[in-house]
Every structure is written in structure tokens, then in C-alpha cells.
């Protein structure tokens, strides 16, 4: 399976086929919100919700691939990961891209 942030793969023809999105959303927790605003108070890296952040997109990743292979696509184009909010208690991650089929 082929994730290209482009509009091409491999610089070999393609045929488009649908949109595809997917989403992921984790669930922070009381004691790393209470760590985390200690940090964005003091200052520093914000090392667990980096890694939460870093996790849910994995996932959200990995479901898009999953709905692509399950189409019958090659890969997908014109990736885009978006995540529209973290607030605390949650992250939110939106991943979506083209499928396509080489040609």
C-alpha cells in the first residue's frame, strides 16, 4: 500500500477512485493532564500528549489503509492528516487521501 502526500505515486499512472477518510480520538487521562499543564506552565516539551498525538495518528493512519485495501486500491494520494483540536481530555485526528489504482 502506497500513502503519497502528492498527487502522484511513483511516477507511474494512475486511475482515481473515492476520497477516503478516517479518524482516530484518544482519551488523555486526569494525572497526564495534571503533568502536561505543569509543563506548559514551566515551559519544556510536552513529551505525553507528543506521544499520544503520535499514537493516534498512527491509528488513524492505519484504519485509512485498511478501508483502501478493503476497495481494492493500490494506495492512496493527496494525503492530509489534520487534527483539529487537542483540548484537554482528548486528541482528534482526521486522515484522509485519494485512492487510486496504477494504471
Do not use: W
Amino acid at each position: 500500500m502506497i500513502l503519497s502526500t502528492s498527487d502522484q505515486a511513483d511516477d507511474r499512472p494512475i486511475r482515481r477512485g473515492n476520497l477516503l477518510h478516517a479518524n482516530a480520538i484518544s482519551g488523555a487521562n486526569i494525572i497526564r493532564d495534571m503533568r502536561e499543564a505543569v509543563t506548559n506552565t514551566i515551559g519544556g516539551h510536552m513529551t505525553r500528549y507528543e506521544s499520544l498525538l503520535d499514537k493516534t495518528i498512527d491509528r488513524a493512519l492505519q484504519e485509512l489503509t485498511r478501508r483502501a485495501e478493503a476497495q481494492g486500491y493500490d494506495g492512496l494520494v493527496g494525503v492530509r492528516i489534520v487534527h483539529p483540536t487537542i483540548t484537554t481530555g482528548a486528541i482528534a485526528v482526521v486522515v484522509f487521501g485519494t485512492g487510486f489504482n496504477f494504471a
